[in-house]
């Protein structure tokens, strides 16, 4: 499937999750066949693709380390770069790179195969949590606290408790009290 198809199968698709994914997959091969690594899936998207759609996001936040080569590869897909977005203006697509890389954040991260063998890489789940977590801590954002127990509830069992700690107990995190209390309350 080339580019002009795959575009052309965001703009038929109705599910805002499938659509995104789908840019996401395609933004993943441009780079790819550019010889590049594929972009990591942060943000409202990966959020949105974990709790499968209970949480809704507008844009496609992405890690990459290398901003020149996604700025060629968005300009490929005719996105057009306004303030921090590049917006596909037909699409009604935004697409920020707000993270250069994920440095610390070792969870392992998730493979999804998309439809026309396309696929996207999206933060690990544990990393997840720790950024929501992180954001309900210290910008009190009520979303991301409740977003964060949502995830330890639906995923406890799947869940590496020692690297979540780990993570929450660093400096920078401070948030290991808030953690254990959350694995409690919503222990079964």
Not at 4 to 33: C, F, H, S, W, Y
Not at 45 to 65: M, P, Q
Not at 162 to 184: C, G, H, V, W
Request: charged residues 30%.
């Amino acid at each position: 499937m080339d580019i002009k198809d795959i575009l052309a199968q965001i703009a038929t698709t109705e599910a805002p999750l499938a659509r995104q994914m789908l840019m996401t997959g395609l933004i993943t091969r441009v780079l790819e066949d550019r010889g590049k690594p594929a972009p990591v899936l942060i943000g409202g998207l990966a959020l949105s693709y974990y709790t499968r759609e209970v949480y809704f996001t507008a844009d496609i936040d992405l890690a990459y380390v290398d901003g020149d080569a996604l700025d060629a590869a968005l300009r490929e897909l005719d996105c057009v770069k306004k303030g921090r977005y590049w917006i596909h203006e037909g699409l009604d697509m935004a697409v920020e790179a707000p993270a250069s890389g994920l440095a610390g954040e070792d969870a392992p991260r998730e493979t999804v195969e998309i439809e026309g063998g396309l696929r996207c890489i999206v933060i690990g789940l544990e990393d997840l949590i720790i950024d929501r977590m992180n954001a309900c801590k210290h910008r009190k954002s009520e979303v991301d606290c409740e977003m964060a127990k949502l995830l330890i509830v639906r995923y406890r069992d799947e869940l590496d408790w020692a690297y979540l700690e780990r993570r929450a107990a660093l400096p920078e995190n401070d948030i290991l009290a808030e953690l254990r209390t959350l694995k409690d309350r919503e222990a079964p």
